[in-house]
DNA sequence: TAGAGCCTGGACAACGTTGTCAGATGCAGG
DNA sequence: CCTGCATCTGACAACGTTGTCCAGGCTCTA
């Protein structure tokens, strides 16, 4: 009995493959893979007509099946937490020019802050072969990465450092920009210094909460509970925050702001008041110096923690590194106005 | 003479694979499949057997092998302009949000404007097989992707529309929106209105020019020269041709603003000044409203541009898609105070 | 206890590419 | 004309996965 033909399985719409190219050039698969790779070898003569034939078939090589073979994919993998977020949109983009600059293509996605999604995110990129991971963690155990380090998979953490592993990372100094902001605003003869931030199992927020005490502390100022709001940054959680301790008896005279997504809400509801309320705000904003007044800010550089996480992760991969180390860059405190207003009690 | 035993080529940092897995827990390779895949027909006492074999060995399905025999990738890409640009940012994050809803990641890349680049990026991404493709356009000729069309991958362009192909895209209403703020600054009595936009090889730049020239002669106004200026958006260039049209014997007394990168600069420039302009920006800002006065802008919807154009792929991979389509979303105007300005000669 | 039918598990080919290796061709020198 | 060498070319296996198909063991019924 004649062996049934198989019909082959369903194919991307059937595109052309090497084999299709060589058959219509007359000759051997192995010639087309030359061409399409500029391998040497080949006659001109020779590759004119697998050049044709490519151009008449609208040849496309599979890079699925390179990837396969080689073992490389030439792609790497970010886990970010939004990219509607300006802060990490200007972050995916440094890590993308470098990334190109090593001829890889970049894959980002968002966590939406959601630690199950960032794992279910890493572990899909993994799956994928990616050749490295930039992870900014919405969680803060990343042990489930560990199999994947050890078979390779070149690894940096931005923003926010790698929880229960031993990794490399790259930060803002949080600490350092949020002590100095608070100290601005004490130099400036404030006492009741208010400070909303975010929920202090993020480790920026935790971090720069840490900032504000220590400047709290170092001018012999007792932090009251009523000034300090840390908690999800939703509006109306903030608006809430912010009247707050702006009402009573003994109202702040000034506020810190811990992040950019505070500082919006702030700003408004600073604006329905009267009594000027001096404001410091941890990242930077667009227009920001064209509010009245201009918003003092400590600014960290987004474009330069992905840059550097990127160069990181590519001598990672080079192989030149030894030990996992932790990065801090400096934040930059620039005064517009908003922060050198005087206490007005 | 025996057959010498070849050597591995290289793999991924040597990764456990489906066979290791099936060695380890002692059944057959399409088992340990049947297991990842969470096929019917393996014994519980089996599966247990297998996960704790993968468990062990910290194994991960390569995906590319899967890719290969299954033929789609679950992916789907994005070309856009620049992700550190809010707009861009929101978009994408839209569209990223449904493909997850189908269960693909999305891959995006930014074209820095070049159409060259945008034609490489595309291309990269059809050579990885996406099953289909959003691009935000930065050239104007798109015959390149017609192979990659015919042969199935799924398109949609947003924001600007394809050049010399027939595709879906959807796009904002800019030539109506652009009109309606026109008219809204006409409506106050201003007559001598500037307009300072994009290279007029932008669509989008086009359309709103086209919009500002209409607005201005439905009211009878003859527009002059001096009034316009199309060119790069970068801030000296715009900082320049405002001062210009600020200055001289018949000064403007309004600007209409074509997009968000030009307004920020046309804001600062009208900071400076004392004598009131009115100002009417396509692209809604961040802080827009807490400006002095609050900025008056035609807003268009990124993320439902975004989603939009997200939804209509997806429909096209379901196959439930006839011809071609031109999807246009309204723009809002949204008044704030400096649209509202009078003219002050 | 035999036969039918079901369930589980495994052997094998195929996806499209690249690395290896050996065969074919052409040319110069003896 | 043959040998040796360099240059081109193609056959074949392998990458890790999934679809197809069949074998073997089980239960159930007559």
Redesign the pocket.
């Known amino acids: 009995m004649p062996e ?1 033909p ?4 369903s ?2 719409g ?9 058959a219509r050039a ?9 061409v ?2 500029g ?5 001109p ?3 004119r007509r697998v050049q044709e034939s490519i151009e008449a078939l609208g ?8 990837v ?4 490389r994919t030439a792609s790497i993998g970010l886990v970010l937490e939004d990219l509607a977020d300006p802060f990490y949109g200007a972050l995916s983009r440094a890590v993308e020019e470098v990334a190109r600059a090593h001829g890889t293509l970049l894959i980002n996605g968002s966590s939406a802050e959601d630690p199950e999604r960032e794992q279910e995110l890493a572990l899909a990129l993994c799956a994928r072969r990616v050749d490295g991971l930039v992870v900014i963690p919405a969680g803060d155990d990343h042990r489930y990465l560990e199999p994947e380090i050890k078979a390779g998979v070149a690894t940096v953490f931005v923003d926010r450092p790698a929880g229960r592993i031993d990794a490399d990372c790259v930060l803002s100094d949080n600490y350092g920009g949020a002590r100095e902001g608070v100290a601005h605003l004490i130099a400036r003869g404030h006492r009741r210094i208010g400070f909303i931030g975010d929920m202090p199992r993020i480790h920026t927020a935790a971090e720069r909460l840490r900032g504000y005490r220590t400047a709290m502390q170092d001018a012999g100022i007792p932090v009251e509970d009523a000034w300090m709001s840390l908690g999800a940054t939703d509006p109306q959680r903030v608006r809430h925050a912010a009247e707050e301790m702006l009402s009573g008896p003994e109202p702040v005279t000034a506020v810190f702001s811990g992040n950019n997504r505070v500082t919006v809400t702030v700003i408004r509801v600073l604006a329905e008041r009267t009594r000027p309320v001096a404001l410091v705000a941890f990242d930077d904003l667009e227009l920001a110096d064209l509010l009245q007044p201009g918003v003092t800010v400590v600014a960290q550089d987004a474009a330069a923690l992905g840059r550097t996480a990127a160069e990181r992760l590519f001598r990672q991969l080079e192989g030149g590194l030894a030990t996992p180390e932790r990065i801090e860059l400096p934040t930059r405190l620039i005064a517009r106005g908003s922060g050198e207003l005087p206490p007005a009690d």
């Open positions: 049934t198989r019909r082959p399985d194919r991307y059937n595109r052309p493959t090497m084999k299709d190219v060589a007359g000759v051997g698969l192995k010639t087309v893979s030359r399409v790779n391998e040497p070898g080949v006659t003569e020779t590759e040849f496309r090589r599979n890079d699925s099946a390179r396969l073979r080689k073992g």
